[in-house]
């Protein structure tokens, strides 16, 4: 038997449930995996080292990696109704912002590059420190003061309201109102030196371990559950529902092309190098 192949995702409910059949053998024939599980910016960083066959990444920071991986087009995040929020503790409008400090996940980031986007369009002279601290200690930080704003996504978009945060901003609605594409979120790479047939037969995996956990949702519920957090279920499956869609099971033409724009816009204002998919 080949030796596993090394892929890191993330705890969250959309990539334990996408990867529970592949990770338990539950695909026939697929190539056996060796799970690591780590926060985005953590297998941002994993990427741009070069360490890892597979991983979850953020579209963002695509274009510095792919030299040595190649996006493929299947068990990613991307869809509509489902962007990074900007929360504070109080009413206030978005120019209120100015030489504010904002909290953010991490700087790599598909949300980072929206919030970019977003201010560059609705904060005159744009925001002051942007912080960066683990995605959940961000909501605690807006509601205690310690910053003024915070950039937040996952399942705090189900629950910014506990801790008594407003909206100010829907970077999802923003850029499907601006561009009328679904929002890039997650993406999964391989490493090029797999070569075309490994590639072909892990994506072929990723699929089947989508398909599988559609046509049998409760198999992954442990799964799921047991490295959510301490997630609610309902939350859980509400943040199930809203990551994973016929985009997880094919990119398509719609999601190469929604890609392409966001990295487009990042580089034209100078976010990111400029690349060709």
């Known amino acids: 038997m080949a030796d596993p192949l090394g892929i890191a995702y993330s705890p969250c409910p959309n990539d334990t449930f996408v990867f529970h059949a592949w990770a338990h053998g539950l695909v026939p024939g697929a190539p056996p995996v060796d799970v690591t599980f780590a926060d985005i910016d953590i297998t941002n960083g994993l990427a741009e080292r070069g360490d890892g066959d597979l991983l979850k990444v953020s579209y963002a920071?695509?274009?510095?990696?792919?030299?040595?991986?190649?996006?493929?087009?299947?068990?990613?995040?991307?869809?509509?109704?489902?962007?990074?929020?900007?929360?504070?503790?109080?009413?206030?409008?978005?120019?209120?912002?100015?030489?504010?400090?904002?909290?953010?996940?991490?700087?790599?980031?598909?949300?980072?590059?929206?919030?970019?986007?977003?201010?560059?369009?609705?904060?005159?002279?744009?925001?002051?420190?942007?912080?960066?601290?683990?995605?959940?200690?961000?909501?605690?930080?807006?509601?205690?003061?310690?910053?003024?704003?915070?950039?937040?996504?996952?399942?705090?978009?189900?629950?910014?309201?506990?801790?008594?945060?407003?909206?100010l901003a829907d970077l999802g609605e923003f850029w499907e109102g601006t561009t009328g594409h679904p929002i890039p979120l997650g993406a999964i790479v391989a490493r090029r030196s797999l070569g075309e047939r490994r590639i072909a037969e892990v994506?072929?995996?990723?699929?089947?371990?989508?398909?599988?956990?559609?046509?049998?949702?409760?198999?992954?519920?442990?799964?799921?559950?047991?490295?959510?957090?301490?997630?609610?279920?309902?939350?859980?499956?509400?943040?199930?529902?809203?990551?994973?869609?016929?985009?997880?099971?094919?990119l398509g033409a719609a999601g190469h092309a929604a890609v392409g724009e966001l990295l487009t816009r990042a580089a034209d204002v100078g976010l990111v190098p400029r690349v060709t998919l």
């Open 203 to 250: 994506t072929d995996a990723i699929r089947a371990s989508v398909r599988h956990a559609w046509a049998d949702p409760a198999a992954s519920r442990d799964y799921v559950l047991a490295h959510a957090q301490e997630m609610e279920p309902s939350v859980a499956q509400a943040h199930i529902d809203l990551y994973v869609n016929e985009f997880t099971e094919d």
């Open 61 to 167: 920071v695509l274009p510095y990696v792919l030299d040595t991986y190649a996006l493929l087009p299947c068990g990613g995040a991307l869809g509509r109704g489902c962007g990074p929020l900007v929360l504070t503790a109080g009413e206030v409008e978005a120019s209120d912002l100015a030489g504010r400090t904002v909290a953010v996940p991490a700087e790599r980031s598909t949300a980072y590059l929206l919030f970019r986007l977003w201010v560059a369009d609705h904060v005159p002279g744009g925001v002051g420190e942007v912080r960066v601290m683990p995605f959940h200690e961000i909501m605690p930080a807006v509601r205690d003061g310690r910053v003024d704003a915070g950039l937040v996504i996952h399942e705090a978009r189900f629950t910014f309201r506990r801790y008594g945060l407003t909206r």
